[in-house]
């Protein structure tokens, strides 16, 4: 158990935390980033990043974030692998507590816990989560080289998950509640033109079946939404990218949310309601890109050391 002090904490470590830090590194300013679960944030299971500029190659989203960490860390940002689970925004400076039992007291905080997968919500995905249901096809989908795999979901991540997937998998089928995609038109062009994805339109995910010892996954059953046709499907693993929402439940009872779960920020600014708390990238934007959250980050803290 510690007690660290700063004037500028930065919770969270994607795009927009790692950012924040660079710029308080540079200003001088005594910062702290509590890294969270997921260090390098959501970028890490992105297989390929082409929209982050600078990059003339298609780059992956890992080795961006260790890019970016590389920089920070040569910057000399300091940088603690904790989890905060507690804020006090009450009094001033502010106290954050962790995960480890460490309190964490700071005149100033930008917020950038970005955001997390939103699963189906059915007993039999919980059940098999890790053993067969996964929300990261770049992390897992060496796993099911040359089986047969479902995606759930319509949007950017689902295509490039499933495209992903074809690199090692046999068969790929995937399932999307509505008969058209919000996802890029390059991505939906190279998802038509694969042989090895197999779409069914307007069907969804009734329940996952498997096997109890080993817990495994062994298929899906589904169903169309229109015609209340049920199919059963035999996979070895299912993908679940139906979206995220964004990681404010813990600043609920300080801040004030949209009707999304996003932190609102006053106009033109990363500051919220309290003096000396700010927000970056997806807990505050709904645009969910790495290079949004990055300008968040730097604009929170310049804003935030312009105050100190
Ligand atoms: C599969 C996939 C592919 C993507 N591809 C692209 C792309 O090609 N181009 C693009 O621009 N964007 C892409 N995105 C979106 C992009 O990853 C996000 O917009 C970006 O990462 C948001 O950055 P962020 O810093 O706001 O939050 P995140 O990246 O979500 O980082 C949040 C950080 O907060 C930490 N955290 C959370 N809770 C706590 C806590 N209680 N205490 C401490 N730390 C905490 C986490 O550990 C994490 O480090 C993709 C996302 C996914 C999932």
Known sequence: MAEYKSDLLIIGSG????????????????????????KGGQLIKSSEVENFPGFTEVIS???????????AMNLG??????????????????????ASGNSFMSKSIII?????????????????????????????????????VAVVGGGNSALEQA??????????????????FNAEHALQKRLFENRKITIFWNNVVDEIVGTEEPLEVT??????????????????????????????????????LDAGGYIITKPKSNATDIKGVY??????NPYRQAIIAAGCGARAALEAIREL
């Open 112 to 148: 950038a816990t970005g955001a997390s997968v939103n699963w189906l919500g059915l007993p039999s995905e919980r059940k098999y989560i890790g053993h067969g249901v996964s929300s990261c096809a770049t992390c897992d989908g060496f796993f099911y080289k040359g089986k047969e």
């Open 61 to 71: 989203g890992y080795d961006l974030m260790h890019r970016i960490h590389k920089q």
């Open 279 to 284: 927000a970056a990238g997806d807990v505050c």
């Open 15 to 38: 795009p927009a935390g790692y950012t924040a830090g660079i710029y308080a590194a540079r200003a001088g300013v005594k910062s702290l980033i509590v890294a969270g679960a997921q």
């Open 77 to 98: 940002v300091h940088l603690i692998d904790d989890e905060i689970t507690e804020v006090d925004f009450y009094d001033h400076p502010f106290v954050c507590s962790s």
């Open 219 to 256: 298929g899906i059953r589904i169903r169309n939404v229109k015609s209340d046709k049920k199919k059963f499907l035999d996979v070895a693993g299912v993908f679940v990218a139906i979206g995220h929402h964004p990681n404010t439940e813990m600043f609920r009872r300080y801040l004030q």
């Open 163 to 180: 495209l992903y997937l074809t690199n090692y998998v046999e068969k790929v089928y995937l399932i999307h509640r509505r008969h058209s």
